[in-house]
């Protein structure tokens, strides 16, 4: 009787599964298209400045202005959401993004193109926010996690397919810009004519730093340091691989080879996060990632088949902490504080980014482009001797107070916040 009814759930857990899906794959179809636009411009761009050898230490500064935008968009889309809806704000900022992808092929000075990443950055930005809301929306409690691991793997296998694309024309061309414009004005199409409703407006947290700080030190200082880390590579990587000889095509597939380890890496971890202390886990991947930086400045440029192996390894340590360190500071926070709480986590992640990218082209500037991943090994040696401070001095979660493990990829970034008065009430049962 137990089986025939355990069987009867799975069956109708796998209906509303269905059902939900069927109701936003227009989101997951204009996702996917986004976030390869996405994915190939800004590595397009590393590599473009390369070639017009901008100085490396404005390079990232070029890079960090993303990060800026973004942690802009954040703050003051939600205002434009409220006042045009949510199809008319992304429509808008799917406009701009697509005209500021072809201003960069067009006006190639590096000061204008730090304003166009910082306006690039406040508009996806805001078109991730439309697009998650509205899927947390259409899911349930029951079918929420499997809808957004669904569109984790839309996202991360848009990611690689963009950076793959890299290939398809030099750099030094109009074409590879006018491509991601392309990309960025078709992920209009599926928004613009949906039938479906559109969400409620999002809701704006109060956000409290110190406060986060007291509930949770290693998701706080975790957040931040994988900023400053992961923000650095993103940015630099690409020229990493530049500097070491290769070309668009190589740095095109280096780059996917990461994202393709964290993809692959991403659920064993999340499972064994749920089971065991998540701090443990955090730890683990930070002593992974040091030991892959370190190989990837010794023995990565070797070599197309090092470079690729061990970016996957990489890649497949270092993405998945910061997913690892949102869960592990809401295991520990009230559920009518979750919107706070993931809003502090995402400020600390972007103002780390924002000078992280600056700071990692710093270190190539000075010391050459191994020193990136000595850079990136340095930050993540620091995390892994606070997490184990923090175990020794406190106890672990206990199971049942855990929260389920949703990976944050590259893009991360708006799936921490909640929508609406109804989603607050139900937040404690998520």
């Keep these: 009787m137990d089986s025939v009814l355990a069987n009867l759930l799975k069956i109708n857990y796998g209906r509303r599964v269905k059902t939900a899906l069927q109701s936003i794959a227009a989101l997951l179809l204009a996702s996917f298209v986004l976030y390869m636009g996405n994915g190939l411009q800004g590595t397009l761009l590393s590599v473009r400045a390369g070639i017009e050898e901008f100085p490396t230490a404005l390079i990232g500064v070029l890079m960090s202005g993303y990060y800026l935008g973004f942690i802009l968009g954040c703050r003051y889309v939600p205002r434009m959401i409220a006042g045009a809806g949510h199809i008319r704000t992304y429509v808008a900022l799917a406009s701009i993004a697509s005209s500021s992808a072809l201003a960069h092929a067009i006006l190639v000075e590096p000061m204008t193109w730090i304003g166009l990443r910082a306006v690039t950055g406040f508009c996806f930005a805001g078109m991730a926010m439309v697009i998650e809301s509205w899927l947390n929306e259409r899911a349930t409690n029951e079918t929420r996690g499997s809808i957004l691991s669904i569109y984790r793997v839309v996202d991360l296998g848009a990611l690689t397919i963009g950076n793959a694309l890299l290939g398809l ?60 880390a992961n923000a650095a590579f993103w940015s630099m990587g690409p020229i990493f691989v530049q500097q070491g000889g290769y070309g668009p095509e190589i740095i095109g597939l280096f780059m996917s080879a990461v994202i393709i380890g ?58 998945p902490i910061f997913g690892l360190s949102v869960a592990h500071a809401n295991d520990l926070t009230d559920p009518a504080e979750s919107i706070a709480t993931n809003g ?81 009430a139900t937040m404690g049962e998520d």
């Design 262 to 319: 964290a993809t692959l890496s991403q659920w064993p971890l999340g499972f064994l996060s749920d089971r065991i202390d998540r701090r443990y886990v955090i730890a683990a991947c930070c002593l992974g990632t040091v030991l892959a930086s370190l190989a990837m400045g010794v023995f990565a440029l070797e070599s197309k088949s090092n470079l690729l192996w061990i970016g996957a390894a990489f890649g497949a340590v270092l993405l």
């Design 344 to 424: 502090g986590l995402l400020l600390l992640h972007g103002l780390g980014a924002v000078f992280g990218a600056f700071a990692g082209a710093g270190v190539m500037a000075l010391f050459g482009p191994s020193a990136l991943f000595l850079y990136i090994a340095g930050i993540y040696s620091a995390i892994l001797v606070m997490v184990l401070t923090r175990i020794l001095r406190r106890a672990n979660v206990a199971d049942a107070d855990k929260e389920d493990f949703v990976p944050l990829p590259k893009n991360a970034a708006t799936t921490v916040f909640r929508i609406g008065e109804d989603d607050l």
């Design 169 to 228: 024309a030099s750099p030094t061309t109009f074409v590879p810009f006018a491509i991601v414009s392309i990309l960025v004005s078709l992920a209009l199409v599926p928004i613009a004519l949906t039938k479906t409703q559109g969400p409620k407006p999002v809701a704006a947290a109060k956000l409290d730093i110190r406060a986060l700080y007291r509930v949770s030190p290693v998701g706080a200082l975790a957040a931040l340091a994988t900023g400053l």
